[in-house]
T-cell receptor, first 116, second 114 residues
Framework: AQSVTQLDSHVSVSEGTPVLLRCNYSSSYSPSLFWYVQHPNKGLQLLLKYTSAATLVKGINGFEAEFKKSETSFHLTKPSAHMSDAAEYFCVVSGRGSSNTGKLIFGQGTTLQVKP | EPEVTQTPSHQVTQMGQEVILRCVPISNHLYFYWYRQILGQKVEFLVS????????KSEIFDDQFSVERPDGSNFTLKIRSTKLEDSAMYFC????????????FGQGTRLTVV
């Protein structure tokens, strides 16, 4: 079975400083991993995805994530936070295997606060 | 840019009443999903739908829930007799394929059962 654990429920950074949102996954299969962002009163938007190609994945708005199989991690980073990055971030896994139906399994979410 | 649209954005209903949440997926997508997020909790998978039938459902998706694609464009979630614990944000999603394909989400319907 697949699962994801987001290690921080709340992260606060100052504008212009780096962002690190941590995610660990568990999967019986080679996983597909995603980061989604949810701004207030908006739907879930895909930031980036890992699907067994390059381990360093670049996404929208300057975000990137590195897949580390040895650490079962897929942490999300950004060199310099912007006020507009304040949102809820979800680490998500989609398993492969005989029963793969595209079902996504979400982490608990991390609220990113950006202070001026 | 194509998007998944959900209506209504907010629905208030009395306990025991039936509700239908509506979604219009992206037109060339073949896989459709419903998820829900109870306030303060994680987003949970409810059901996936492909080729006019359910391909997977979670334990949450009991006999009170049903899904339908009545006219080739809409994708609906029906809750037959709502309970207080059904209060949540319900998200519809669609994708071209499964697994590796990006799922596009709607803005959600906030269901409040009173």
């Amino acid at each position: 079975a697949q699962s994801v654990t987001q290690l921080d429920s709340h992260v606060s950074v100052s504008e212009g400083t780096p962002v690190l949102l941590r995610c660990n996954y568990s999967s019986s299969y080679s996983p597909s991993l995603f980061w989604y962002v949810q701004h207030p009163n908006k739907g879930l938007q895909l930031l980036l995805k890992y699907t067994s190609a390059a381990t360093l994945v670049k996404g929208i708005n300057g975000f990137e994530a590195e897949f580390k199989k040895s650490e079962t991690s897929f942490h999300l980073t950004k060199p310099s936070a912007h006020m507009s990055d304040a949102a809820e971030y979800f680490c998500v896994v989609s398993g492969r295997g005989s029963s793969n139906t595209g079902k996504l399994i979400f982490g608990q979410g991390t609220t990113l606060q950006v202070k001026p | 840019e194509p998007e998944v649209t959900q209506t209504p954005s907010h629905q208030v209903t009395q306990m025991g009443q039936e509700v239908i949440l509506r979604c219009v997926p992206i037109s060339n997508h073949l896989y459709f999903y419903w998820y829900r997020q109870i306030l303060g909790q994680k987003v949970e998978f409810l059901v996936s739908f492909y080729n006019n039938e359910i391909s997977e459902k979670s334990e949450i998706f009991d006999d009170q829930f049903s899904v339908e694609r009545p006219d080739g464009s809409n994708f609906t979630l029906k809750i037959r007799s709502t309970k207080l614990e059904d209060s949540a944000m319900y998200f519809c999603a669609s994708s071209v394929g499964q697994g590796l394909s990006e799922a596009f989400f709607g803005q959600g319907t906030r269901l409040t059962v009173v």
